[in-house]
């Protein structure tokens, strides 16, 4: 299975904006900056109104590699599946800039061969529950801890 390709095809960068009662998709690219300009075109007409407001944004990583060879030497297991979401808090610092910050524990959730061969179409499908469940800390964010799907 090719999960670079898949990768690619569900977008490398996605930005959610939260508030107290609804998370909603902003922008998703390949490409870092262009999914933050994104991003800020649709908050463009309230963007005054939303300043200090929380975002986060997702990065979808293939670790594929270091996954199949941690397999095949047998060490410890410290790699949970072929593709890695890492969520990233940030602020709407003002009309033109939007700022990432990395917030201590653990925010990273590995998908395993088996929801990556169910969701093979759109791995993107359950982000926005799963930002849900990670801003919320119904996922465990632990130093030490793995999530898996």
Do not use: C, W
């Amino acid at each position: 299975m090719d999960y670079k390709e898949i990768v690619n095809k569900a977008k490398k960068y996605h930005y959610y904006i939260t508030t107290t009662n609804r998370i909603a998709f902003l922008s998703a690219s390949n490409k870092k900056s262009e999914a933050k300009k994104l991003a800020l075109e649709k908050l463009r007409p309230n963007i005054t109104n939303l300043i200090n407001k929380k975002l986060v944004l997702v990065k979808i990583k293939s670790v594929a590699k270091a996954f199949e060879k941690q397999k095949t030497s047998g060490e410890l297991k410290i790699i949970g599946g072929p593709i890695l979401l890492k969520f990233d808090r940030g602020l709407i610092k003002s009309e033109n800039k939007i700022s990432n910050f990395k917030e201590g524990g653990n925010n990273e959730i590995y998908l395993s061969n088996k929801y990556i061969k169910k969701h093979k179409d759109n791995i993107a499908f359950d982000l926005k529950k799963l930002v849900s469940d990670v801003i919320e800390r119904r996922i465990h964010q632990g130093l030490l801890a793995m999530t898996i799907l």
